[in-house]
């Protein structure tokens, strides 16, 4: 079964860095793939979807890599801000009825 | 701007007991979802439900699970007899039409989440 893996560790940066967050795959070949952010108690927000034909795409300070040959995906947010501090969840999918979420990685950004 | 709207914000229950949780897609959507999250733990796909049936459903959308979309506007989710491994938060969630320009079709918007709790 298909299975999508975030790093559970929370990641700490600073102020003003640039913060990747990983999204690996396995047993499943999306047409794209997307990221969400999670505040506590609240429902997933879109941030940026990227395609299977596509190798970045870029949205304001946030940029996504999608690699199909590795089955993997990178997050960045460049310029981080305290207000960036969240849970970034990617969920590939390829069609619309049913979405698979990553468990998340927690984003701490320090000021 | 359009939002998913869901009711209540909190449910209490005794186990056993039957729950019905309640959405508000917005208007133009078409495709619509209901997603649990374990305190702690990641969202789960439930069932989509598009042109009033489901389209798909998860291992843990069984037979105490049920969907319906009774009018033009709501979406709710009955849990028959609730469990406790029940208590969780609940998302709905829905797509918008294919249009042009803005953001992607697959896009999923959700609502703010009713929190079960099953004691």
């Known amino acids: 079964s298909q299975k999508i893996e975030q790093n559970s560790e929370a990641l700490n940066i600073q102020e003003g860095k640039t913060a990747t967050l990983t999204c690996n795959y396995t047993?499943?070949?999306?047409?794209?793939l997307q990221w969400y952010r999670q505040d506590p108690g609240r429902g997933p927000v879109f941030l940026l979807l990227i395609r299977e034909n596509e190798k970045e795409k870029r949205k304001e300070r946030l940029k996504v890599t999608f690699d199909t040959t590795l089955k993997q995906s990178l997050f960045h947010i460049t310029a981080s801000q305290p207000a960036d501090s969240a849970t970034y969840l990617c969920a590939p999918g390829h069609n619309f009825n049913k979405f698979y979420f990553g468990s998340g990685t927690k984003l701490n950004v320090k000021p | 701007e359009p939002e998913v709207t869901q009711t209540p914000s909190h449910q209490v229950t005794q186990m056993g007991q039957e729950v019905i949780l309640r959405c508000v897609p917005i208007s133009n959507h078409l495709y619509f979802y209901w997603y649990r999250q374990i305190l702690g733990q990641k969202v789960e796909f439930l069932v989509s439900f598009y042109n009033n049936e489901i389209s798909e459903k998860s291992e843990i959308f069984d037979d105490q699970f049920s969907v319906e979309r009774p009018d033009g506007s709501n979406f709710t989710l009955k849990i028959r007899s609730t469990k406790l491994e029940d208590s969780a938060m609940y998302f709905c969630?829905?797509?918008?039409?294919?249009?042009?320009?803005?953001?992607?079709?697959?896009?999923?918007?959700f609502g703010p989440g009713t929190r079960l709790l099953v004691l």
């Open positions: 969630a829905s797509t918008r039409p294919p249009t042009s320009g803005g953001a992607p079709q697959e896009t999923q918007y």
């Open positions: 047993n499943y070949s999306p047409a794209y």
